[in-house]
Nanobody
């Protein structure tokens, strides 16, 4: 299983970015896909999750500004981030998990930097 995140960058506060996480080597449509973010010295934090049946979950501070979606044909999960704030600056990572008891696969991160 491989997960490749992309789409990060530097953006001014109030701007937007769309992150992508491309998968390979797995039956993508069967997996719950999750975006996390991590800041050096802090715990990894769940940002948004989409299940195999398209149920979504968001961290409270991003509700209404971030949207997670998936394209099962392309085997990609997206994170549309709008109205960005400096406090969301972090490395964003995607993960895949088929069931709550199964192994979690991780991709490498993509850096998101929001300047004030």
């Amino acid at each position: 299983v491989q997960l490749q995140a992309s789409g990060g960058g530097v953006v001014q506060a109030g701007g937007s970015l769309r992150l992508s996480c491309e998968s390979s080597g797995m039956n993508f449509r069967m997996y719950t896909m999750t975006w996390y973010r991590q800041v050096a010295g802090k715990e990894r934090e769940l940002v948004a999750r989409i299940s195999d049946n398209y149920r979504t979950t968001y961290e409270d501070s991003v509700k209404g500004r971030f949207t997670i979606s998936r394209d099962n044909d392309k085997e990609v999960v997206y994170l549309q981030m709008n109205a960005l704030k400096p406090e969301v600056t972090a490395v964003y990572l995607c993960s895949a998990q088929a069931a709550s008891w199964s192994v979690i696969y991780w991709g490498q991160g993509t850096q998101v930097t929001v300047s004030s």
